[in-house]
């Protein structure tokens, strides 16, 4: 079974471009949510998408968004990129979401913005 | 109340020896708390998990202890190897209505042959 996809794994951007990070889950999974990993800050959760839906959110600018399509698979875009958005940014997928149920990260997209 | 605080940031072991990371939360209505663990250029990969029912669980070298009064966990690695050698996150998992994980800021972790 392929583990979660993320594309692409490395890209070097512009202050004040965008950028769209896309996800494919684990086949069967409907939960996918997103994280930004930094040296100082860990893992800082991005949000949660079921069945096409926004379910949770954590506390990043609007600059951030992100949407899940019918076949599960993500996409997430930052806009108005700045310095400080240079990241390891992880997808992890999950069969329903909810406590207790595993998720499953990807490789990550790493994210450098100059 | 939502954070996760891990202790040490960083942790020398020698090979064989025991590996302690410490993990500490506030909010009681966590009920889910996994252990991942992430080598160079990797994602996180679950390693091992507990739910707040159980005081202790072990898996081959690695065992964690919960202890929910002290709202306090950890995760020992027995007889630690070079090959052990990541970086470890504590996590906890909340259900609010939806759910998501909130992970400590890691434990980077070498074992010396």
């Known amino acids: 079974k392929a583990g979660v996809t993320q594309t692409p794994r490395y890209l070097i951007k512009t202050r004040g471009q965008q950028v769209t990070l896309s996800c494919s889950p684990i086949?069967?999974?409907?939960?996918v949510s997103w994280y930004q990993q930094t040296p100082g800050q860990g893992l800082q959760f991005l949000f949660e998408?079921?069945?096409?839906?926004?379910?949770n959110k954590g506390n990043f600018p609007g600059r951030f968004s992100g949407r899940q399509f019918s076949n599960s698979r993500s996409e997430m875009n930052v806009s108005t990129l700045e310095l400080g958005d240079s990241a390891l940014y992880l997808c992890?997928?999950?069969?329903?979401?909810?406590?207790?149920?595993?998720?499953?990260f990807g490789e990550g997209s790493w994210l450098t913005v100059v | 109340q939502q954070q996760v605080k891990q202790s040490p940031q960083s942790l020398i072991v020698q090979k064989g020896g025991i590996s302690i990371i410490n993990c500490a939360y506030e909010?009681?209505?966590?009920?889910?708390f996994p252990w991942y663990q992430q080598f160079p250029g990797k994602g996180p990969a679950l390693l091992i998990a507990?739910?707040?029912?159980?005081s202790e669980k072990k898996e081959g070298r690695f065992t964690i202890s919960f202890n929910k009064s002290a709202k306090q966990f950890s995760l020992h690695i027995m007889d630690s190897q070079p090959g052990d050698s990541a970086t470890y996150f504590c996590?906890?998992?909340?259900?609010?209505?939806?759910?998501?994980?909130?992970f400590g800021t890691g434990t980077r972790l070498k074992v010396l042959a």
């Open positions: 996590a906890a998992s909340i259900r609010t209505g939806t759910y998501k994980y909130i």
């Open positions: 909010n009681t209505a966590f009920d889910y």
């Open positions: 086949s069967g999974h409907r939960s």
């Open positions: 998408y079921f069945s096409e839906t926004q379910r």
């Open positions: 507990i739910r707040p029912d159980v």
């Open positions: 992890a997928s999950s069969l329903m979401g909810g406590s207790g149920n595993t998720i499953y």
